[in-house]
């Protein structure tokens, strides 16, 4: 089962201009999201209560003023909040004598924020904003790409988050190798939901760190349902790197990673090369976790050791806390402390 209550990335402003939808898959259920021709963003179930054709097969339409999913099989309308609104084969009697609205499909809560668009998973209204991006201001990524790993959620989170794999699965020019490894302290702290590798100077086996200047501080937080910062900061100016690990469905995760940046040096690059290196990047931990399905199958008893794999286990401590805090309806308490980890990558 997947966390609930809590608002999840489903797809970038970019992706949608006025009067478009697209589908996508949302923790095992699917979703249409949509951009009504007021600019306003909205998603609903992507199923037509009708006979279950998807409704993002069909289009958008304005209807005095008002936008509305037509489907595709019979032209049955819904007004964004879901409500059905309209039944072409309906003669105009039955039109007046049977109440339309009560028919629909689910809507989500969303937010549209720093070129982000997040859906709210839960049965009640959200208790919680959407993640604040700091150092980014209004301003809307400057760079998106995505992969799908074959996997659940859960080796997704961990296999980005994890330290030790670096210098084994990462090791082109530009990043680190193996020989390049070294102790680490970092120190750690909670945040809201998570838990952040307190702002520090990076490690200086890395070429692109050394590239940006001086004495870079980087930030790096963690926060559930998996959505993980990297705060970069160089004489005022930032480079901050959003991933979202969602759940497409059990057996598949979306990474999604959106750029922001106001220092010069990410100008020196096209942009087109900024995302060829991500995309390398990320597709190293796509194909080490994918190979690591082929073990799973025989579902193994995993090890997690200190202090490489201590985020790991707050990741999961922080999933059992919020669960418990939701059957018993008490407050969630984090249960991630300050600590220094010490590991060599
Ligand atoms: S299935 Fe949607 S209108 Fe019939
Ligand atoms: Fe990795």
């Known amino acids: ?38 600019g306003e963003v909205f998603a609903l179930r992507d199923i037509c209560p009708h006979r279950a054709i998807l409704l993002s097969g069909g289009r958008l339409v304005e209807r005095e003023g008002e936008t509305l999913v037509e489907c595709p099989y019979h032209g049955w309308r819904f007004t964004t909040g879901g409500k ?5 084969s309906l003669t105009e009697q039955q039109a007046a004598e049977r109440d339309i609205s009560k028919i629909g499909t689910k809507s989500f809560h969303v937010r549209e924020q720093q070129g982000l668009i997040w859906i709210y998973q839960g049965d009640d209204a959200p208790n919680h904003d959407p993640i604040w991006l700091d150092m980014v201001g209004e301003t809307t990524p400057k760079l998106t790409t995505s992969t799908v790993f074959d996997c659940h959620v859960d080796h997704a989170v961990i296999g980005l988050m994890d330290p030790a794999h670096i210098g084994f699965i990462h090791r082109q020019w530009w990043w680190r190798t193996e020989k390049s490894m070294h102790e680490k302290a970092k120190k750690f702290g909670p945040v809201t939901r998570g838990f952040t590798m307190l702002p520090h100077v990076p490690s200086s086996n890395s ?30 100016r930032h480079v901050v790197g959003f991933t979202a690990v969602t759940p497409v469905n059990q057996n598949k995760t979306r990474i999604s990673i959106s750029m922001y940046w106001d220092h010069p040096v990410m100008g020196l690059f096209p942009k087109a090369l900024v995302k060829k290196g991500l995309d ?41 806390a919020w669960e418990e805090a939701k059957q018993s309806g008490t407050e969630f308490s984090n249960p991630v402390r300050a600590k220094t980890l ?4």
């Open 280 to 320: 390398t990047f990320v597709g190293q931990d796509r194909d080490a976790v994918n190979a690591q399905q082929k073990g799973l199958a025989y579902d193994p008893k995993l090890m997690l050791i200190h202090d490489a794999d201590v985020q790991a286990k707050w990741y999961f401590s922080l999933k059992k």
């Open 1 to 38: 089962m997947f966390l609930s209550d809590l608002w999840y990335f489903g797809a970038t402003s970019a992706q949608l201009a006025d009067g478009q939808h697209l589908h996508v898959e949302l923790l095992g259920q699917p979703v249409l999201i949509g951009r009504g021709f007021d």
């Open 342 to 345: 010490h590991w060599r990558s």
């Open 84 to 88: 059905c609104a309209g039944i072409p």
């Open 207 to 236: 070429f692109l760190y050394r590239l940006l200047g001086s004495k870079p501080q980087t930030e790096i937080r963690f926060q559930l349902p998996g959505i993980r910062v990297e705060y970069i900061e160089v004489g005022g």
